[in-house]
Each structure stands twice: as structure tokens, then as C-alpha cells.
């Protein structure tokens, strides 16, 4: 029986034996049929892992691999060398080399009495850096809730003085009521969650990636990601979660962002809605905050408009576009009935931190075909919405940058059923 490293990558397992392909369609990986998925997604999953996300059972896989000749085994890996000088790292890779959860916790508690938030993100960072997969830095993210043990909510908050109606305030009172649902023993709502997530991850973690804080957006996503697929199952993980928002996230976000940046955010908020509470309070100082533009006029080849004619026209258009610049970076974007959320904070930074970690391999590929000509247009559906990325160029034939064309057909199609 041909033995084969179950930690590789998926695509780099099907070029080294073909034949792995067929075999995993037949166990209903069907993705891997998509050319674009298999060199992107493929990339970075591993075969474990993409069988957990679909929920097919490990066995089924093993079983199915040993019917053609095939022993999944799980052969030495690269040893990542350690700052010996640095004990916050060496603690954080004793859980890699596979030393107790809760033995890790315990000396964490006797050795660090204060730690900052800026010392776990380094640590954190520099795991990546050298080379640590980011599903391992997402197993080891849950020790990061032991570093702060001791600090009450209470504390935590005065310390901060942020005001009632910030969205650290709003967020860490959805986790509030979050704690009374595990408390009490209750089935936490998957759209609930999801919202309160979904603010995280698109207002604060991808924010901290454009600031040059890429760490926390690509363990703290995956973890989100694992979560709300088997919340049943889950829920010691979501209240470590809690924890790690309310005392290791939201203090770094703090740190980091300027008050224009939590200005915005404040009003990107009602995109996704609240989680588990009806009701929030305002923030005045907030709610008049204006974004600086161009109040002048337009100059086109066929004519002038104002800036708010321009978007009275963008806003009346049964799409909603967004332009993307030859660097990759966001730079406007029209909003009608808001098909997907878009977050002002988005603006100005690149596309790749708007996506989850999965994603982003997908996005920057169709991107580089667009540059390269290899293509001009990639249409997706999702639902009844269709989504069309077109690529932009100059009149000498250079790459300007990408459309996207959003859709909903929803009324259409029902009013011709």
C-alpha cells in the first residue's frame, strides 16, 4: 500500500498521484473539478481539513483512500526554530508540539502577571512569519484567553472609558447577552452569531490587516468560520471567544484605530444589524461625522455632473458597483437595495482583507489573470443575485482595474414563474 502525507496540500497531492482526484470526487469533493479552486483553495487545504468542513466523516476518507491502494499517514513536518529569548512564543509553541491545553493555561497564570496586547500580536505575527500554518496559529489561539485571567470586565472597561454607543460597547454587549445564552444553557441562533461575527471580522479584523496586524484577521476568522458550523458543538470555543474579543481584540483595536476609523465603523454598524439585542445607543459625536470628499464637479468627455448627482444616478442604477484600482485597492462603491454588506471602512484599502483567509487566494488569482489578459470577465450566481468582476483597461490595452457588477433577479424571476 502507497503511503501518502495526509498534511499536504490538496493540490500539491493530486500532481503527485492523479488518480487522488477521482477518488475524492467520489466521496463528494466536488470543488476540486473547478480548475481555479483546485490551484487556489487547493493550495492551502489540506485533505483532513477540507473532509471536516464538508462534514465527511475521517474514516469514510481513509477508507475510501485504502480501497485504491492508498495509507493516509501524517509524516514529519517542518520544526519552526523559536526565539529562546522570547518566552511568550516558546509558550504558545508548546500547544504545537502537542503539550496539554490546560497545562499551557496554568503556567501562563503563574509566570505572566500583566501582559500586553501588543506583546500576543507580535507573538502571534511572528509564528506566521515563519512559517506556522495559520489552522495551527488558529488551534493555538486558544490559549491567548489565559493572558489576561484575573482582569474583571469591570476593570476593563474603566480602563478604557469608551462611550455607550461605540461598537466596542455594542459588541461587547452582544457578547454579554451571548455569555447569558451559554449561561443559561439556551440554543445560541446561527444569524445572531453570524451578525456579530460577521461585524468582527469585516470592521475590526480587516481593518487591523490594513494597518499591518494580518494575524488576528487570519486566526480569528478561521476560528469564526469553525465555530459556526457545528455551533452545538462548539460552545466552550465561543465562550474562549468572547473572552478573547472582549480582553485581547477590542483592547488592540482600541489601541490602533484613530476616532475617524471608529467614526465609520460606528456608521457601517447597521449594515449587518444587531446580534442578540434590539436596541443600541447612540454615539452623537458619531452620527455627525462626515467622510471628507470632493464636493465640485465631475469633468466627463460627454459632459460635467456634480458629485451629488453622480451618486443620485449611482444609487437610481438597478446594480451596485464596485471599482477596484490597478493596485488592488477599493475605491468606490454604489449602494441600491445592498445585496452584500459594504462597509465604508472598506474604502482605500485592498480587496484581499474584505474576503475571509479562504477566499483571498481566489480573489488575487482572478486578479492576476485580469492583469495578465488571461481574462476579462468571471461571472458567478449566487442565489438569485448574479455578480460579475470585469476587467478595466486604458485605451493603449493597461489594466485599470476591476468592476464589480452586482445584480438581484429575485423579482424578476418571480414575476415570471
Known amino acids: 500500500m502507497k503511503q501518502i502525507d495526509k498534511n499536504k496540500k490538496v493540490a500539491e497531492l493530486i500532481s503527485e498521484n492523479p488518480e487522488i482526484k477521482d477518488i475524492m470526487i467520489s466521496l463528494g469533493f466536488k470543488d476540486i473539478t473547478n480548475p481555479m479552486a483546485l490551484q487556489t483553495v487547493g493550495k492551502i487545504m489540506t485533505l483532513e481539513k477540507g473532509a471536516q468542513i464538508k462534514g465527511i466523516p475521517w474514516e469514510k476518507v481513509q477508507a475510501a483512500f485504502a480501497e485504491h491502494g492508498f495509507e493516509l499517514a501524517s509524516k514529519e513536518t517542518k520544526t519552526i526554530s523559536i526565539d529562546p529569548s522570547n518566552d511568550l ?116 479584523l ?8 494580518p494575524g488576528p484577521n487570519q486566526v480569528m476568522w478561521g476560528v469564526d468560520d469553525e465555530i459556526l458550523h457545528d455551533i452545538p458543538n462548539n460552545r466552550s470555543r465561543i465562550e474562549e471567544m468572547i473572552f478573547k474579543e472582549n480582553q485581547i481584540l477590542f483592547p488592540l483595536a482600541l489601541e490602533k484605530f484613530s476616532k475617524e476609523m471608529w467614526y465609520q465603523i460606528y456608521q457601517d454598524m447597521p449594515i449587518y444589524g444587531n446580534a442578540f439585542i434590539s436596541e443600541v445607543a447612540s454615539w452623537p459625536e458619531a452620527e455627525t461625522y462626515r467622510r471628507p470628499g470632493n464636493d465640485g464637479f465631475l469633468h466627463f468627455e460627454n459632459g460635467d455632473l456634480t458629485v451629488a448627482q453622480f451618486e443620485a444616478i449611482c444609487k437610481a442604477l438597478p446594480v451596485e458597483l464596485t471599482f477596484i484600482d490597478a493596485n488592488d485597492i477599493n475605491r468606490f462603491f454604489s449602494i441600491t437595495n445592498g445585496v452584500f454588506a459594504r462597509p465604508k471602512t472598506a474604502l482605500n484599502r485592498k480587496v484581499y482583507s474584505c474576503h475571509p483567509p479562504r477566499v483571498q487566494p481566489i480573489v488575487k488569482q482572478m486578479l492576476s489573470d485580469f492583469k495578465s489578459h488571461k481574462r476579462n470577465k468571471v461571472e458567478r450566481w449566487f442565489k438569485n443575485t448574479r455578480i460579475q468582476y470585469v476587467a478595466i483597461y486604458d485605451q493603449e490595452d493597461q489594466y485599470m482595474g476591476c468592476l464589480e457588477i452586482v445584480q438581484d433577479f429575485s423579482e424578476i424571476l418571480k414575476n415570471h414563474q
Open 206 to 213: 480587516a481593518q487591523l490587516d490594513a494597518l499591518g496586524y
Open 89 to 204: 512564543e516558546s509558550y504558545i509553541l508548546r500547544l504545537q508540539q502537542g503539550e496539554d491545553l490546560e497545562s499551557v493555561r496554568a503556567d501562563f497564570v503563574k509566570a505572566y502577571e500583566n501582559v500586553s496586547v501588543q506583546e500576543i500580536a507580535n507573538a502571534e505575527q511572528e509564528l506566521i512569519n515563519k512559517g506556522m500554518p495559520v489552522p495551527e496559529v488558529q488551534r493555538l489561539c486558544d490559549v491567548h484567553s489565559a493572558l489576561f485571567h484575573g482582569k474583571t470586565e469591570a476593570e476593563v472597561l474603566a480602563d478604557e472609558q469608551i462611550p455607550a454607543g461605540h461598537p466596542v460597547s455594542i459588541m461587547k454587549l452582544e457578547n454579554q447577552i451571548l455569555k447569558q445564552y451559554l449561561d443559561q444553557n439556551r440554543e445560541i441562533p446561527y444569524v445572531e452569531l453570524k451578525k456579530h461575527y460577521k461585524k468582527k471580522e469585516e470592521l475590526i
